[in-house]
């Protein structure tokens, strides 16, 4: 059983370039949750994705971010113009969840995001 | 944001025992007690979460304090690539889903 795959795994943009982000949760997994990780810092959330439902974007900046998760495919991540300030590791992570269980969550490697 | 506080830091030989303590004076009722931890250039891992009871699994033992103010996590026998930083984080069961992660605590092992 394969687990959370995130692609691609270091990316190098430059500053105005759009970066997209792409993470396969877990087969079974119908939700999503973004991370990320600035240099020397803590992992913060972001946004919180059902299939074609945004639940929790309270941690996405209010410009330039965007999530999605659709019915078909993975779920994507997409920074537009980006700046020096995005360079970052972005983490994706799955979990089942049926009813008020709360599961763990299986996180990806990580996508590195360089922004020169 | 986070309601736990972790050591910044903690050192330990290879196959002694490792405990991690946590402090979450204002944990509610309904909250779980979760540890992850995240090894260098790698995504958090799961490794343990309780409630009330102590818990065991395969990575390690969690164990709670009677009034759950703290807890700690235990390592058995720490082994090098144990070395990670550690987050203790508290989880409202029908809350948030989401994760606050706090600073942790970065373990070393010594050889």
């Known amino acids: 059983n394969a687990g959370v795959m995130q692609n691609p795994r270091h990316l190098v943009r430059r500053r105005g370039q759009e970066a997209r982000l792409r993470c396969s949760p877990m087969?079974?997994?119908?939700?999503v949750y973004w991370y990320r990780q600035l240099p020397e810092e803590g992992l913060k959330f972001m946004v919180y994705?059902?299939?074609?439902?945004?639940?929790?974007e309270s941690g996405m900046p209010k410009e330039r971010f965007s999530a999605e998760f659709p019915k078909e495919g993975p779920s994507i991540l997409r920074i537009q113009q980006v700046v020096r300030g995005d360079s970052a590791a972005y983490f994706c992570?799955?979990?089942?969840?049926?009813?008020?269980?709360?599961?763990?969550?299986?996180f990806g490697p990580g996508t590195r995001l360089t922004v020169t | 944001d986070a309601k736990t506080t972790q050591p910044n830091s903690m050192e330990s030989n290879e196959e002694e025992p490792v405990h991690l303590p946590c402090n979450h004076s204002t944990i509610s009722g309904t909250d779980y007690i979760h540890w992850y931890r995240q090894l260098p250039s790698q995504g958090p891992e799961y490794v343990i979460h309780?409630?009330?009871s102590n818990v065991n699994n395969r990575m390690a033992s969690l164990a709670i304090a009677e009034d759950r103010k703290s807890s700690t996590l235990i390592l058995h026998r720490a082994t090098l690539r144990d070395a990670a930083v550690y987050y203790c984080?508290?989880?409202?069961?029908?809350?948030?889903?989401?994760?606050?992660f706090g600073k942790g605590t970065k373990l070393t092992v010594n050889p």
């Open positions: 309780g409630l009330t």
């Open positions: 984080i508290l989880r409202d069961q029908g809350g948030s889903e989401k994760l606050v």
């Open positions: 087969k079974g997994h119908s939700h």
């Open positions: 994705l059902q299939k074609e439902n945004i639940i929790d």
């Open positions: 992570a799955s979990s089942p969840r049926l009813g008020l269980a709360i599961y763990e969550q299986y």
